[in-house]
C-alpha cells in the first residue's frame, strides 16, 4: 500500500511523545528547584504511620486520628515511661492513695492553662471523666468498671473513688485520659462523634493549618512549659504507604519517622552517618499464640514441642532483620520490666532443641508415620494452619521459618496468608489454629500478663475474646493477676509477677517469640536531644502517646 | 422514544441490583470495623478498648439485616451517604469530595491522553503495517505494559524522584509552601507532583489502545471501500483517518467509555506509589476497615459513573456508525 510512506513526513511519533513529555518534566523540576536545602529549620517533619489522607479530627478519644492530637495538643495528669516504668507529675502533680487503696486523690497543677486562655481546673478533670461516663464509646480503657465516682472538692483538687482497689488503673486514669476543656466540650452533644476540628488543649502544640496531606502544629504560646518548647513547628505530612515515606526519610525531608524498612543500616544510615539515627527499644512481646482451647494445643507437651522446635535466632536475624532480640521466656520485656524479673529466670533463654522436642512428642503419645508426620494414637496426624497477614513482609519470613521448623520436626504446617481483618478475626473468634500477633504493653508487666492470660478477657471458641485469644482459663492466674492490681506495695506485685512467670514458663499458655520492638528514625541535622539507648526518658516513636509530647519537649536546636 | 424507555429501565433496574450487591458484599467478609480498628492499633490497647469501639461504631446494634437494607435505601434516596468509620466523623460524602478531584484529573486526564495518543499511534502503525515503527512499536510498549505497573511505577519513583530529583517523591502538592486554590504556585507545584504518576499510568495502559486500534485498522484496511478511496485519488491522511479510522475506532470508543466509568474508582497501585491522593486508597483503607457506608459510597459512585458512560457510548455510538442510526430510526 502506498500509504506507508506516509509517515516518513513525521518520524517517530512515539520519540515525540517522550521528548515532549522530557521537555515537560525538566521544565517542572526547574522549578522546583528553590526553596529546597534551608539550613536551620524552625519545624521538624514528622511520620508516624502511613495510612492515607487525613480527617481533620483531633479528638483524642477517636481511634482514627491520635498522631496529631494525643499528647501534643491533649495531655494527660501523669507521665509513665513505658521505657524504665517511672512515673512523672504532669498536669497533676501528685497522686495519693487512699490507705484501702479505693481512693485516688490527684493534686492538679495550677497556672495551666488552655490554649485559648482559659484557666485549666480541677472541673475539667471531673469533666472528661465524667464524659467518658456518659458516652462509653469513648471509654478506651474501660475506666468506669472500675470507678463509681469523680469529684473536685476545690479546684486544685480531684478525688476518684474505686469499686475496689485496683491499682493498675493508675496508668489509663493518669497517663491515658486526656484532659478535655468543659468550656468547650460541654456543647458539642455527642462527644464521642465531635470531630473537634479546631482543637483547644492545654499541650505544647496547637493547630496552624489543616490539609488532608499535611497537618502543621504550632508552638502554643499559653502552655505551661512554654520555655521548654524549642521546636516551634511540627508537621505531619500524609503518606499512602511505606515506600514512599521510606523514601522522603532517606532523603532527609524527614526528621522523625516510624518505619519498618529491612536493610536500614545501608538504606538510612550510611546515606548520613553523621545525622540519621535509628533505635529499636522493645516495646512488647511477638507471640505465637496456639489455641488451647482446641485438640492438639491443650496438650502441654505440643505446645513445649512446637516452642522446642522454633529457631528464633533465625527468626530474629532472617525475618527481622536482628532488630527484634529473642523474647524471654518468663514473657517479661527487658529491659523494661527488669524489677518484675524473677531471679530463678533471669538467665533463662530460648534454644531450639529438635531433640527434646521430638521427646516430648513422643512422651504425649505421638509417633512419626511413614511421611515423617507425627500423629497421635488414633492415627490423627498433627498437621495445623499458621495465620499471618498479607503485607507483613516480616512476619510472613517468620511463619515460613517456623513452618520449616516444624516440618523439620515432623509436624506438617499451612502458612495461612490472610488479610488484617480476616486474621484479627480468627484470633477473636478463635478460629485459628497458631497464630502471630503481638500483645498488649503498658508500664508494667501486667498490663501484657493482663490481656494475654485474664480469663475474663477470653471467651469460648466462637465468641470474641477481647485479647485472650489462646483461651487460657486459670483461676491461679487469674488470682495473681489479682494480687498484684490489689496491692502497690512492690514486694507483693514482684510475687504476682514470678507467679505468672512460673506458668508462662512451665504451661507455655502462649509461646513467646521475639521482644516486639518501637520503630524509630531520627535526624539530628536541625535538632537534638532525641531518646536513644542511653537516653530513655520517654518510648520514642512518634505513634507512642503522650511520649511524643516528652521527646518534643526535649528537642534543642543543632548548633 | 421506546426505545430510550426501554435503556432508562434498563439502567434502573441494573442499578438497583448494584446497590443491593454494594449492600450485601461488604456485609458478607467475616470482622467488624471495631475489630478491623483493633489490629490497626498494633495491641497499643487496652483489652477493654474493643467494646467502646464496638459502641463507636454501632457494631452489635440489634437492628435485622432487613432494617440496615431498608434504612439504607432510604439514606440512598434522602442523598445521605451516612458518616465514615475510617475517617470518623468525617461524612462519606466528604471523603469522596475531598478524594474525588485527584483522582478526576489524574485518571480522567491520563486516560484522555493515553487514549488519543494510543488510537493514533495504533492507526498510524496500522496504516505503515510490516514497517520499521510497526515492528518496533506495538512490541515496545507490549513490553512495558508487561511488567508489573507496580514494579515500574517504583522504579520511575526510585530513578526521577529519588535518585535524580527531578520530580517530588509524594504527596499531590507541595503542602509545606502550597495552599490548595486557584493560584500559580499550588498548579505548578500540582502539575510537577502529576507529572511521575500520570507518565507511569500512560506507559501501562497505552499498549492496550495501540494494539486494540492496530488490529482493528488492518482489517478495515482490506475492505473494498478503503481501496476504492485509494483508487479515487483521495489524499493519504484521508483515507487514513475518515476511511479506515473512523470504522475502526468502535470497539476502542467502547473500552473508553467503559473506562471512563472506572475513572472514579480511582488508581490504587498509582496512589499507594507515589502517595497520591485519590478515591482508590480511600477505597482500600475502606474494605480494610469494614468502613461498609464508605465502601457503599464508593461503589456507588462507581456504578453511576459506569452506567452513564455507557450510556454515552450508546450515543456516541449512534453518532459514529451510520448503521445503529438507521436501525433505531425504523
Given at each position: 500500500m502506498t500509504g506507508r510512506r506516509f509517515g516518513q513526513r513525521?518520524?517517530?511519533?512515539?520519540?515525540?511523545?517522550?521528548?515532549?513529555?522530557?521537555?515537560?518534566?525538566?521544565?517542572?523540576?526547574?522549578?522546583?528547584?528553590?526553596?529546597?536545602?534551608?539550613?536551620?529549620?524552625?519545624?521538624i517533619t514528622v511520620v508516624a504511620n502511613a495510612s492515607g489522607d487525613y480527617t481533620q479530627s483531633f479528638n483524642p478519644?477517636?481511634?482514627?486520628?491520635?498522631?496529631?492530637?494525643?499528647?501534643?495538643?491533649?495531655?494527660?495528669?501523669?507521665?509513665?515511661?513505658?521505657?524504665?516504668?517511672?512515673?512523672?507529675?504532669?498536669?497533676?502533680?501528685?497522686?495519693?492513695?487512699?490507705?484501702d487503696l479505693t481512693q485516688?486523690?490527684?493534686?492538679?497543677?495550677?497556672?495551666?492553662?488552655?490554649?485559648?486562655?482559659?484557666?485549666?481546673?480541677?472541673?475539667?478533670?471531673?469533666?472528661?471523666?465524667?464524659?467518658?461516663?456518659?458516652?462509653?464509646?469513648?471509654?478506651?480503657?474501660?475506666?468506669?468498671?472500675?470507678?463509681?465516682?469523680?469529684?473536685?472538692?476545690?479546684?486544685?483538687?480531684?478525688?476518684?473513688?474505686?469499686?475496689?482497689?485496683?491499682?493498675?488503673?493508675?496508668?489509663?486514669?493518669?497517663?491515658?485520659?486526656?484532659?478535655?476543656?468543659?468550656?468547650?466540650?460541654?456543647?458539642?452533644?455527642?462527644?464521642?462523634?465531635?470531630?473537634?476540628?479546631?482543637?483547644?488543649?492545654?499541650?505544647?502544640?496547637?493547630?496552624?493549618?489543616?490539609?488532608?496531606?499535611?497537618?502543621v502544629l504550632t508552638k502554643n504560646p499559653n502552655f505551661w512549659q512554654a520555655d521548654k518548647v524549642k521546636v516551634q513547628e511540627v508537621r505531619y505530612p500524609a503518606f499512602d504507604s511505606n515506600t514512599s515515606a521510606e523514601l522522603a526519610m532517606n532523603s532527609g525531608t524527614v526528621d522523625w519517622a516510624a518505619i519498618y524498612t529491612p536493610d536500614i543500616q545501608k538504606t538510612y544510615v550510611n546515606r548520613d552517618p553523621a545525622h540519621n539515627h535509628y533505635w529499636f527499644p522493645p516495646s512488647d512481646i511477638l507471640m505465637l499464640f496456639v489455641n488451647t482451647a482446641k485438640y492438639p494445643f491443650n496438650q502441654l507437651a505440643v505446645r513445649k514441642a512446637l516452642s522446642l522446635a522454633i529457631d528464633r535466632d533465625k527468626l530474629s536475624k532472617v525475618a527481622e532483620?536482628?532488630?527484634?532480640?529473642?523474647?524471654?521466656?518468663?514473657?517479661?520485656?527487658?529491659?523494661?520490666?527488669?524489677?518484675?524479673?524473677?531471679?530463678?529466670?533471669?538467665?533463662?533463654?530460648?534454644?531450639?532443641?529438635?531433640?527434646?522436642?521430638?521427646?516430648?512428642?513422643?512422651?504425649?503419645?505421638?509417633?512419626?508415620?511413614?511421611?515423617?508426620?507425627?500423629?497421635?494414637?488414633?492415627?490423627?496426624?498433627?498437621?495445623?494452619?499458621?495465620?499471618v497477614v498479607t503485607g507483613f513482609t516480616d512476619w510472613i519470613t517468620g511463619a515460613q521459618i517456623i513452618a520449616s521448623n516444624l516440618k523439620a520436626l515432623g509436624i506438617d504446617v499451612n502458612v495461612n496468608t490472610i488479610s488484617q481483618d480476616a486474621w484479627q478475626n480468627n484470633l477473636s473468634m478463635?478460629?485459628?489454629?497458631?497464630?502471630?500477633?503481638?500483645?498488649?504493653?503498658?508500664?508494667?508487666?501486667?498490663?501484657?500478663?493482663?490481656?494475654?492470660?485474664?480469663?475474663?478477657?477470653?471467651?469460648?471458641?466462637?465468641?470474641?475474646?477481647?485479647?485472650?485469644?489462646?483461651?487460657?482459663?486459670?483461676?491461679?492466674?487469674?488470682?495473681?493477676?489479682?494480687?498484684?492490681?490489689?496491692?502497690?506495695?512492690?514486694?507483693?506485685?514482684?510475687?504476682?509477677?514470678?507467679?505468672?512467670?512460673?506458668?508462662?514458663v512451665d504451661q507455655l499458655p502462649s509461646i513467646p517469640l521475639l521482644n516486639e520492638p518501637y520503630w524509630y528514625e531520627y535526624n539530628t541535622s536541625s535538632y537534638v536531644g532525641w531518646p536513644d539507648a542511653g537516653h530513655l526518658y520517654a518510648e520514642p516513636s512518634p505513634y507512642a502517646y503522650p511520649d511524643d509530647e516528652i521527646v518534643l519537649l526535649h528537642l534543642q536546636p543543632a548548633s | 422514544m421506546r426505545h430510550l424507555l426501554r435503556r432508562a429501565a434498563f439502567y434502573a433496574v441494573a442499578l438497583w441490583v448494584a446497590v443491593t450487591l454494594n449492600f450485601v458484599i461488604p456485609r458478607l467478609s467475616p470482622g467488624n470495623p471495631a475489630q478491623a480498628m483493633l489490629a490497626r492499633l498494633h495491641g497499643k490497647a487496652s483489652p477493654q478498648a474493643i467494646h467502646a469501639l464496638e459502641i463507636l461504631f454501632g457494631v452489635n446494634t440489634h437492628a435485622s439485616l432487613w432494617e440496615q437494607y431498608v434504612q439504607y435505601?432510604?439514606?440512598?434516596?434522602?442523598?445521605?451517604?451516612?458518616?465514615?468509620?475510617?475517617?470518623?466523623?468525617?461524612?462519606?460524602?466528604?471523603?469522596i469530595t475531598r478524594d474525588l478531584f485527584w483522582t478526576l484529573t489524574l485518571v480522567g486526564v491520563t486516560l484522555v491522553i493515553s487514549f488519543v495518543i494510543g488510537t493514533l499511534l495504533g492507526a498510524l502503525v496500522a496504516w505503515r503495517h510490516?514497517?520499521?515503527?510497526?515492528?518496533?512499536?506495538?512490541?515496545?510498549?507490549?513490553?512495558?505494559s508487561a511488567i508489573p505497573y507496580f514494579w515500574v511505577a517504583l522504579i520511575f519513583l526510585y530513578v526521577f524522584g529519588f535518585t535524580l530529583g527531578w520530580f517530588p517523591i509524594y504527596g499531590g502538592y507541595d503542602a509545606d509552601t502550597t495552599t490548595p486554590g486557584m493560584n500559580l504556585d499550588f498548579i505548578v507545584s500540582a502539575l510537577q507532583h502529576a507529572v511521575l504518576p500520570a507518565f507511569t499510568i500512560i506507559i501501562g495502559s497505552i499498549a492496550g489502545w495501540i494494539l486494540g486500534m492496530r488490529n482493528t485498522m488492518i482489517t478495515t484496511l482490506a475492505e473494498d471501500y478503503v481501496l476504492m478511496a485509494e483508487a479515487k485519488g483521495l489524499p493519504e491522511r484521508r483515507i487514513m483517518l475518515t476511511y479506515a479510522a473512523r470504522n475502526a475506532i468502535l470497539p476502542n470508543i467502547t473500552s473508553f467509555a467503559l473506562s471512563l466509568g472506572f475513572v472514579v474508582s480511582g488508581a490504587l497501585l498509582t496512589e499507594i506509589v507515589f502517595s497520591y491522593p485519590g478515591i482508590g486508597y480511600a477505597l482500600l483503607q475502606a474494605v480494610e476497615n469494614h468502613d461498609y457506608s464508605l465502601i457503599e459510597?464508593?461503589?456507588?459512585?462507581?456504578?453511576?459513573?459506569?452506567?452513564?458512560?455507557?450510556?454515552?457510548?450508546?450515543?456516541?455510538?449512534?453518532?459514529?456508525?451510520?448503521?445503529v442510526r438507521h436501525e433505531r430510526g425504523r
Open positions: 513525521r518520524p517517530g511519533w512515539g520519540s515525540l511523545l517522550l521528548m515532549s513529555l522530557m521537555a515537560v518534566s525538566m521544565l517542572l523540576s526547574a522549578c522546583n528547584s528553590s526553596a529546597k536545602h534551608v539550613v536551620h529549620r524552625n519545624y478519644y477517636n481511634t482514627s486520628n491520635l498522631t496529631t492530637s494525643q499528647g501534643v495538643i491533649y495531655e494527660t495528669l501523669l507521665f509513665f515511661n513505658r521505657g524504665d516504668e517511672s512515673i512523672t507529675p504532669w498536669l497533676a502533680t501528685g497522686y495519693q492513695y487512699s490507705s485516688v486523690t490527684f493534686t492538679i497543677r495550677s497556672g495551666v492553662k488552655w490554649s485559648d486562655g482559659q484557666p485549666f481546673s480541677s472541673d475539667d478533670v471531673v469533666f472528661t471523666l465524667n464524659l467518658l461516663k456518659k458516652y462509653p464509646a469513648m471509654d478506651l480503657n474501660g475506666l468506669w468498671n472500675q470507678i463509681t465516682s469523680v469529684t473536685a472538692p476545690d479546684p486544685s483538687t480531684v478525688v476518684v473513688k474505686l469499686k475496689a482497689p485496683f491499682t493498675p488503673l493508675l496508668w489509663s486514669l493518669g497517663g491515658q485520659t486526656y484532659m478535655l476543656p468543659k468550656h468547650i466540650w460541654s456543647t458539642v452533644g455527642d462527644a464521642s462523634t465531635y470531630a473537634d476540628a479546631n482543637p483547644v488543649g492545654t499541650g505544647p502544640y496547637k493547630l496552624k493549618s489543616f490539609t488532608p496531606q499535611l497537618v532483620s536482628g532488630y527484634e532480640p529473642l523474647a524471654s521466656p518468663a514473657g517479661i520485656v527487658l529491659p523494661n520490666d527488669q524489677k518484675f524479673m524473677a531471679p530463678q529466670y533471669a538467665n533463662l533463654q530460648f534454644t531450639m532443641d529438635t531433640n527434646a522436642a521430638q521427646q516430648q512428642l513422643a512422651s504425649a503419645g505421638f509417633t512419626k508415620g511413614s511421611d515423617g508426620i507425627y500423629a497421635d494414637k488414633n492415627g490423627k496426624k498433627l498437621s495445623m494452619r499458621l495465620d478463635g478460629t485459628f489454629d497458631i497464630s502471630l500477633c503481638w500483645t498488649n504493653p503498658g508500664p508494667s508487666p501486667y498490663f501484657i500478663f493482663d490481656a494475654l492470660l485474664r480469663s475474663t478477657n477470653s471467651a469460648p471458641v466462637g465468641q470474641a475474646a477481647n485479647s485472650n485469644y489462646e483461651r487460657w482459663n486459670d483461676p491461679a492466674v487469674d488470682r495473681l493477676l489479682d494480687q498484684f492490681a490489689q496491692s502497690n506495695d512492690l514486694a507483693t506485685q514482684q510475687q504476682a509477677m514470678a507467679g505468672i512467670e512460673q506458668v508462662m | 435505601l432510604g439514606n440512598l434516596l434522602h442523598g445521605d451517604l451516612g458518616v465514615s468509620v475510617t475517617y470518623l466523623p468525617t461524612p462519606v460524602s466528604q471523603v510490516g514497517s520499521a515503527l510497526d515492528s518496533i512499536l506495538p512490541p515496545m510498549f507490549t513490553f512495558l459510597g464508593i461503589f456507588l459512585l462507581i456504578v453511576i459513573a459506569v452506567l452513564a458512560a455507557n450510556f454515552l457510548a450508546d450515543l456516541a455510538y449512534v453518532v459514529l456508525d451510520p448503521r
